[in-house]
């Protein structure tokens, strides 16, 4: 663990931000919160949980200094009190995570590991005030084949640290020849862990008993379909702006992604002779196919997002994933015959010079 954790009790009024003002706008750029004197960088997480606690919007920072708001909420909020989770790593590096209600229940980093470990959770890792990991189901692991790819049942569960939200349920695929986990990281294939003033007692009956027949055949179906239809250019262009925003944030551990997207793709500029493909229409480009399925994206988004990537990285990935799993796909059904697919669609190492995504 690279990290720890202090939960710190204050009120609203003893908050004070501080940043750089913006030149042209005149905005205040948020750098660094205060909690009773120590300085923290607010994440996004902290901004989230502050604006639904106190039923706001980030829209009042257009119009009031971040003091003035603190201030103004102290003055008519009937109770002000929160608890903030400070998170530190080795250095001693500080960012504000989530506030929450002083009253609700909380599970810390420790109980949450050991929790998930008891349980048989593999993968497990931190990022952002929420542990990730990896579960088989109640009913075991299913094995089953799609095609030429064989699968295992499995579900992801996240579980908050920092006090906001609640832990939640995700469907998953393990693809067993590369070890790729596809998560349906989307309100259709998630399910929320009620909690009671015990967390750990609801989050242990939740890993014991977890089972979705009707999730886990939904799934399937989509997988079935994905290698059965042409990917879009649509499409393709979606995973390649989501590579490259995990590649400006640093995200990613390769710097071949360009050059193996466009293998796998086609040289998609060429096929239709534009340098820039924003200028065809989105009604047109859902129907001019690439020289690959959209089960190809779902392997790569997997396969950079499991084994090429941070796990904030990963998590962006196995987004795309849910996302365009729980949608109709552009060009359904359009490719008769089921081939066999490659097993690995982005290099391990470097071969040649490296192409930036840009």
């Known amino acids: 663990m690279k990290c720890s954790f202090d939960y710190r009790y204050t009120k609203v009024r003893n908050l004070c931000a501080s940043g750089e003002r913006h030149a042209r706008t005149g905005r205040m750029n948020v750098t660094s919160v205060q909690v009773d004197g120590e300085e923290a960088a607010p994440t996004k997480r902290f901004w989230k949980s502050f604006f639904l606690k106190f039923g706001i919007s980030e829209n009042v920072f257009r119009y009031f200094e971040p003091a003035e708001v603190f201030d103004r909420i102290s003055e008519r909020a009937a109770d002000d009190m929160v608890r903030c989770c400070i998170e530190r790593d080795r250095k001693g590096k500080a960012r504000l995570l989530a506030v929450s209600n002083p009253a609700r229940s909380l599970i810390q980093y420790g109980e949450t590991t050991d929790l998930v470990s008891r349980y048989g959770g593999r993968d497990v890792s931190y990022a952002d005030g ?185 998590r962006s990935m196995q987004a795309f994933i849910g996302t365009m799993i729980s949608d109709e796909f552009d060009m359904e059904g359009t490719a008769e015959t089921v081939t066999d697919f490659a097993d690995f669609l982005v290099a391990d190492k470097n071969v040649g010079s490296p192409t930036s995504l840009n």
């Open 130 to 314: 929420i542990v990730t990991s990896t579960h088989t189901p109640r009913s075991g692991d299913q094995p089953f084949q799609i095609g030429a790819d064989r699968f295992q049942h499995r579900f992801v569960m996240e579980t908050p640290v920092d006090g906001f939200s609640h832990p939640k349920i995700y469907l998953s695929y393990l693809r067993e020849i590369c070890t790729n986990g596809m998560v349906g990281y989307t309100r259709a294939f998630r399910s929320d862990v009620s909690l009671g003033n015990d967390i750990g007692h609801c989050i242990s009956r939740a890993l014991e008993s977890y089972d979705n027949g009707e999730g886990y055949a939904a799934l399937r179906q989509r997988f079935e379909s994905a290698q059965t239809s042409w990917a879009s250019l649509r499409e393709c262009m979606q995973l390649y702006k989501a590579l490259i925003k995990v590649n400006d944030r640093k995200e990613v551990t390769t710097d071949t992604l360009a050059r193996d997207f466009h293998r796998m793709t086609g040289r998609l500029n060429e096929l239709y002779g534009l340098a820039n493909l924003d200028a065809i229409s989105v009604k047109r480009q859902r129907v001019l196919p690439a020289r690959c399925r959209v089960y190809d994206l779902l392997n790569f988004a997997s396969e950079v997002g499991t084994h090429h990537s941070t796990t904030e990285g990963g």
